[in-house]
């Protein structure tokens, strides 16, 4: 996915409309996420009406407002305006998180067939590794809302760092964020030698028991039998 946008100039949504030109700041900023890609114009009646519904979508899933952990989820808009004017139009009503190439740049024109974009709006939905997961997720979006997030994301098999038990956070030593996940799979070779303590702690525990549990037996034999010991005489 990354390299899709290498060696290009992606623009923040944002006040200073921050450009990304580097590779560390495109990597940083697209690596390890699922992609959205929204081909639409600011003519397009349809385009008008679906804006407030992905917008609500995209915010649910990265704004702190609403969900603890940001998604791994980027949003790139791709303009098919005919002027800059419409297209600083659409972006003003569009989520400040939201990324866009600039009017002038003819990768849309690239991407656009590439994608086979035929009709507006359409969100093409890819996965970390640049395949496509869904070649126009619109009708997903409006009719299931976040919940085609999960789908999407258990069909990528991405690994969120939110997927973390609460106890590694305290572990200042863990290797990376899908750390926990490997635990949880593998268990480590610390792990193995606590167990195989507690199963010899276990097997102790019980022969010690065994063995109490004999004298209680033998003595108790004796007692019947009127054997009560040696006492010291006077």
């Not at 407030?52 to 791994?72: C, G, M, V």
């Not at 974009?117 to 979006?141: C, F, H, M």
């Amino acid at each position: 996915m990354v390299d899709l946008f290498l060696d290009r100039v992606l623009v923040e949504n944002n006040w200073d409309q921050d450009e990304l030109n580097t590779e560390r700041e495109i990597i940083g900023i697209l690596e390890n996420r699922i992609v959205m890609l929204f081909f639409a114009s600011a003519e397009c009646g349809r385009c008008q009406e679906f804006l407030p519904l992905l917008n609500d979508f995209f915010k649910r899933l990265k704004d702190p407002a609403y969900i603890e952990y940001p998604k791994l989820l980027a949003l790139v808009y791709v303009s098919l305006d005919q002027s800059e004017a419409q297209q600083e139009r659409f972006l003003r009503d569009l989520h400040k998180k939201v990324l866009f190439l600039t009017f002038d740049d003819p990768y849309k024109k690239e991407l656009q067939v590439r994608f086979k974009v035929k009709e507006v709006p359409t969100v093409v939905v890819l996965r970390p590794d640049g395949s496509v997961l869904s070649p126009n997720a619109v009708k997903d979006i409006c009719h299931l809302g976040c919940d085609c997030f999960r789908d999407w994301q258990e069909s990528a098999e991405l690994i969120e760092r939110s997927f973390m038990l609460n106890e590694e956070f305290d572990n200042l030593n863990m290797r990376s964020a899908t750390d926990p996940v490997r635990r949880l799979k593998y268990r480590t070779e610390d792990d193995k030698r606590k167990q195989r303590w507690w199963n010899l702690w276990g097997k102790d525990k019980e022969k010690c028991e065994e063995e109490e549990q004999l004298k209680d037996a033998t003595l108790d034999r004796k007692r019947k039998e009127g054997d009560t010991g040696t006492w010291r005489r006077r």
